[in-house]
């Protein structure tokens, strides 16, 4: 794969699925454009697909439970609400979709309520004024420089990847379809008000089986104070006042309401902000309407499972949950018994997702459709017919392009640490005979981790001459949470040793080059690198830190999660900050160092990169500094696509530079 390929990555998400009905959006970057597009695309039972709808941006297909209607969201190529995702419906027996939204920044994902006739969604509302709205009795725009000074009296007052969040909260809407529809006909649409006020951001709604009430999850008292803690409200359908729900143990998150009242809901247990490499369990609870929240039973043990709610929430498949969990670089569809407490890992059938990643899966009745990426697929649908626990039968090829550019295998190692701990990861080898140089790349988080799907950066880095070494060490995400939690105050201990003895297995191979290795990074991924280049520098020629972690005093600050994040990971004792930041010891660092930041970054602010650069170019190293305008911290994953190539280049330039290889983009 060439940095040229990215128009290859077709990246499916959520599918949705009734009888024979099997939908899924599948979106790819593309680089003449310089945007993501997409569309529904129909899967055949039997294998194979075709085009369901052909807008620039289609996504989230949603079927109603009669299997007459598809929601879905459509983003279109103008400008304002235009260009923002908003609610479209269609026959299901295919036609002309209708827009019946056009919020000004645009909705989420649609949930039908059982009736068929009424959608659940959250959106966020802007203050008038701002955001491309009109201020109130005017009708026109405010430019962004023009805009009133903001207020802010909460440390939780922005979001990376977002902005400024409580001047735009997220709220939610309920849409009575068929009258909806009749608007539209006439021209006459009207975007429905808000069931939730301005205090609190809502999320992830899900509609109580007698379609009285919408759950949904909000900060703990409604937002009174900043908080990590989350609960789930009952907020009534027709309009009124929520009602406190479920108080969880920490978090809420993806409910799902039984015909029985049982609500399903994933959720990290934690006390006040210590919130570092916690698992996320499968909970659930009876649905309290009247005032009295329900106590929650925790359904999968916290040690051993953690949870992957961006797969979808919790559904119920006759006497069982299914659910994702990650699991040592796979991302599972598993089976929790609905009257299991406490289950363990190894107790949990496994239905999909072995050395795979599950991204998404829907239910209906025994048959369950899922996104599972592999090795060799970014994400294909597999089906799975009833409950026996047979092989998934895979029905789509949308990789097929990419593996014919070229993939090269994901080859599994093990390991042990300097103090005998167990170390799991990858190597990527080029073509060819080597040796080849190594770059090893240490993953974002830290509670995250690499794994068995596609990784579109170690594969171009494999096509242009370089092995990639790929590691979770200790405070990684899916080998246990006391895995994840023995970083908590310490990094740059175990976790450094952990990286560095994955390294030293796959240069024991004849064909990798030991005397040209560099590091690289990404956020904590980035700290690592700095780290390792002051602590360890002679065993790099050169380094590539990007949105990286470099002074935890002025993240405590700056970063829209400082506030909490350096707290439970490092701790509130300035001269521990100092000890645990790489900045501290840039004087070590001599090696060439390449410091990469996005100058919209909130998660890493930019001035994590610019002190970092200074204080290497002050003491006479080789440093350079690369700057991405208009991009935030996900640039490498889900940035502009041409900036996405740009980058790609960059590191292939500077790899070139310093290791030799045979990079061509």
């Known amino acids: 794969m060439r940095s040229s390929d990215l128009d290859l990555l077709a990246t499916p998400g959520l599918p949705a699925l009734r009888g024979d009905l099997l939908l899924v959006g599948v ?40 299997g007459r209607w598809v929601a879905f969201l459509r983003a279109g190529d103008g400008t304002g609400a235009e260009a923002k995702p908003q609610l479209h419906v269609m026959p299901a027996g295919g036609g002309e979709p209708v827009r019946l939204t056009a919020l000004p920044l645009g909705v989420d994902a649609p949930v039908w309520a059982a009736d068929s006739t009424r959608l659940a969604f959250t959106a966020r509302v802007p203050e008038p004024g701002r955001y491309g709205t009109p201020l109130e ?36 809407f309920v849409l009575d379809v068929p009258a909806a529809l009749r608007a539209a006909e006439t021209g006459e649409r009207t975007d429905p008000a808000p069931l939730t006020d301005d205090r609190t951001d809502v999320h992830d709604p899900a509609w109580t089986r007698d379609g009285r009430h919408v759950v949904v999850v909000a900060e703990r008292d409604w937002g009174r104070v900043e908080t990590l803690h989350s609960d789930l409200y009952a907020v009534p359908a027709e309009g009124g006042d929520p009602v406190l729900a479920v108080r969880t143990a920490g ?19 934690f006390p006040g902000v210590d919130m570092a490499g916690r698992n996320t369990s499968l909970w659930a609870a009876e649905l309290r309407l009247d005032g009295a929240p329900a106590e929650p039973r925790r359904l999968t043990e916290v040690e051993s499972v953690d949870c992957a709610p961006s797969a979808g929430p919790p559904a119920r498949r006759g006497d069982e949950v299914l659910v994702v969990v990650r699991h040592r670089g796979a991302e599972e569809l598993r089976a929790v018994p609905c009257t299991a407490r406490e289950a363990a890992l190894d107790t949990l059938p496994l239905l999909a997702g072995e050395r795979g990643v599950v991204r998404g899966f829907a239910v209906d009745g025994a048959a369950v459709a899922a996104v599972v990426a592999t090795a060799d697929s970014t994400g294909d649908v597999v089906l799975l017919d009833g409950q026996t626990r047979t092989v998934p039968r895979v029905l789509t090829d949308f990789s097929a392009p990419l593996r014919s ?68 060490p200790r405070g990684s995400a899916g080998y246990g949470q006391e895995h994840g939690r023995s970083i908590v105050r310490r990094l740059g201990t175990v976790d450094a040793g952990d990286v560095l003895a994955m390294l030293d297995a796959a240069l024991a191979r004849p064909d990798l080059d030991p005397a040209r290795v560099g590091v690289m990074g990404g956020s904590y991924g980035g700290f690592m690198t700095g780290w390792l280049a002051a602590h360890h520098g002679e065993r790099f020629r050169a380094a590539w830190s990007e949105r990286a972690v470099n002074a935890w ?10 506030w909490e994040f350096t707290d439970s990971y490092v701790g509130t004792d300035p001269e521990e900050q100092r000890r645990r930041s790489p900045l501290t010891y840039a004087d070590r660092i001599g090696i060439p160092f390449a410091v990469v930041h996005s100058e919209q970054d909130w998660r890493c602010p930019l001035e994590q990169a610019q002190r970092m650069f200074v204080a290497l170019r002050l003491r006479g190293a080789p440093a350079e500094l690369l700057l991405f305008p208009g991009e935030g911290h996900e640039l490498s994953r889900s940035g502009r696509p041409r900036h996405r190539r740009q980058r790609f280049d960059a590191v292939l330039e500077w790899w070139d530079r310093h290791l030799g290889g045979t990079s061509s983009a």
Not at 34 to 58: E, F, M
């Open 27 to 66: 979106t790819r970057p593309d680089l003449a454009t310089d945007t993501c597009r997409g569309g529904l695309h129909r899967v055949s039972p039997d294998g194979g697909t075709s085009h369901w709808t052909h807008g620039p941006r289609d996504s989230a297909p949603a079927i109603s439970p009669d």
């Open 137 to 172: 009795d005017e009708d026109e725009a405010l430019e962004p420089a023009a805009e009133a000074p903001r207020r802010i009296t909460r440390l939780d007052y922005r979001v990376d990847d977002l902005g400024f969040r409580l001047d735009r909260p997220k709220r939610l």
């Open 251 to 269: 978090t809420a998150a993806m409910p799902a309401v039984d015909a029985d009242g049982t609500v399903w809901f994933f959720g990290a247990e």
């Open 405 to 472: 550019a070229g993939l090269r295998p994901l080859e599994e190692l093990t390991t042990e640490s300097a103090d005998g701990y167990p170390v799991h990861g990858w190597v990527v080898v080029p073509e060819g005979e080597g040796p080849h140089p190594v770059v090893l790349a240490v993953h974002g988080g830290p509670f995250a981790h690499y794994t068995w799907a596609v990784f579109d950066e170690a594969q171009v880095y494999a096509s242009a001459g370089y092995a990639v070494v790929l590691t979770n």
């Open 553 to 562: 005093d002025s993240f405590t600050g700056s970063s829209d999660i400082g």
